[in-house]
């Protein structure tokens, strides 16, 4: 019996249409890219930046989160698995204790990798194209957040990455999730970490447009860019104050350290974005957007 003032969350990771099975979670990874390819589209076309030189933007972004995502995971998270099973590293399947394959998709993709992989397709784009890179970065910056709001809120729909239990009578009762001492379904409360990101993401989507209009000569000079990692990640060294650690051996760490591993990651992405914004603040743009 679940409390008036919390929420009984049992979505199903499937959405029916008709004859199709639509998971949640690959819907709403479409949709934040989608989102995100019609914003940088729009501000390419504001910046007056040729059509040809947009085209292949979208595949070096795809596969920079994607590979860096995945990558991410399985050497950030869990090394001791998938050192031994490079196979499953790479193509999204597993193996059963029978030795037969299964395709599982890709479960396990981190943000820290998916932001470091994104940052080196970007460098490899603009060696390509000959757009500035900070022009890219800035603009790559002001669409982030939408996709990251979207990628969170299908692990909401997902069940995962949950928050600690509030303690309290409201919360999110996630239905999916089991007690570990009894095998039931759980009924106490926790914090729906994945929605306190997702609604701080959209704000910083909002947020980073309304400073664009305001402020559209800063394009180019690293301004959108510091924005964007500073307040990400600034965001996730609190709001993970509130989540379940991911891997058991992070309560080990946090023991240690008085960090978790998404906390500890978060830093060094604070750090460059706050050194990004210090830069930008000293750099004149003339809007020259090719080196």
Known sequence: MTSPLSILWNPGETLPLGPLNLRYYSLLWVLGLGAAYYVVYWLYRRQRIPQDKFDPLFIYCF???LVGARLGHCLLYEPGYFLHHITEMIL???QDAMGGWHFTGYAGLASHGGTLGLMIALWLYCRKTGVGIRTVLDNIAIATPITACCIRLGNLMNSEIVGKYTGTDWGFVFAQL???VTGLPETLPRHPGQLYEAVAYLVFFVVGLWLYRK?????GTGFYFGWCLTSIFTFRLFVEMFKEVQEPWELQ???????????LLSIPFILIGLASLWISTRTNHNHNHNH
């Open 215 to 219: 402020w559209p000569h800063k394009v």
């Open 92 to 94: 999204p399947i597993r």
């Open 178 to 180: 089991t007690d570990p």
């Open 63 to 65: 596969l920079g989160i």
């Open 253 to 263: 760490m946090q023991q240690m350290i008085g960090l978790n591993q998404g906390q």
